[in-house]
């Protein structure tokens, strides 16, 4: 069974970081490609970025280019969101996904629980 | 890509059926012929489940009494009998260019 389980998140200042960890388990993680999605309360969710198995490739929405890096450990099954310069804007719950992305699939078939970051002075 | 829902709310009734619509600001067909339109479900306390992917296609272990259907703008999620356990926010989102999903429709009894 699938298992994504996120943490790190916290109540930090603006123009502070923070670090997100996404367990992964249940599957061979280094033959998916990885992603972040974050929610604001009562919005619906954002697609933050994107990594490559090897992370020979990665994305990122407009809004967090330059502040925000995805990583990965594939030897952990882990997955890093590293948000720097955050901003209030940046309030939300952030969930790891799993990407299914390949000749004709494109789809986000399984979800963490999510890890909230607040920013706030 | 905007994707906008309608309704926000929706009310049913258990046993009946239930719709949701969703419409995006520009076609979701792919230079490759496919439209990447899919839809989940947010369960309270539970995380996001896929449940249809690219317009149609119902996800591993998802029940039939959940359909997709539309093309290049409009599309729709059918829930045939509603049960108890679908409530829950339902969203479309587009994997046809990067990612964007709509603002969320909220299923109560």
């Known amino acids: 069974e699938v298992h994504l389980v996120e943490s790190g998140g916290a109540l930090v200042q603006p123009g502070g970081s923070l670090r997100l960890t996404c367990e992964a388990s249940g599957f061979t993680f280094s033959r998916y490609w990885m992603s972040w999605v974050r929610q604001a309360p009562g919005k619906g969710p954002e697609w933050v970025a994107n990594i490559r198995q090897d992370e020979s490739e990665k994305y990122y929405v407009d809004s967090v280019k330059g502040r925000f890096t995805v990583s990965r450990d594939n030897a952990k099954n882990s997955l890093y969101l590293q948000m720097n310069s955050l901003r209030v804007e940046d309030t939300a719950a952030y969930y790891c996904?799993?990407?299914?992305?390949?000749?004709?699939?494109?789809?986000?078939?399984?979800w963490g629980q999510g890890t909230q970051v607040t920013v706030s002075s | 890509i905007v994707m906008t829902q309608t309704p926000l709310s929706l009310p049913v009734t258990l046993g009946q059926p239930a719709s949701i619509s969703c419409r995006s600001s520009q076609s979701l067909v792919h230079s490759d012929g496919n439209t990447y339109l899919n839809w989940l479900q947010q369960r309270p306390g539970q995380p996001l489940r896929l449940l249809i992917y690219k317009i149609s296609d119902r996800f591993s272990g998802v029940p039939d009494r959940f359909s997709g259907s539309g093309a290049g703008t409009d599309f729709t999620l059918k829930i045939s009998r509603v049960e108890a356990e679908d409530v829950g926010l339902y969203y479309c989102m587009q994997g046809t260019l990067w990612w964007t999903f709509g603002q969320g429709t909220r299923v109560e009894i």
């Open positions: 996904a799993r990407l299914d992305y390949r000749d004709s699939i494109r789809m986000f078939d399984f």
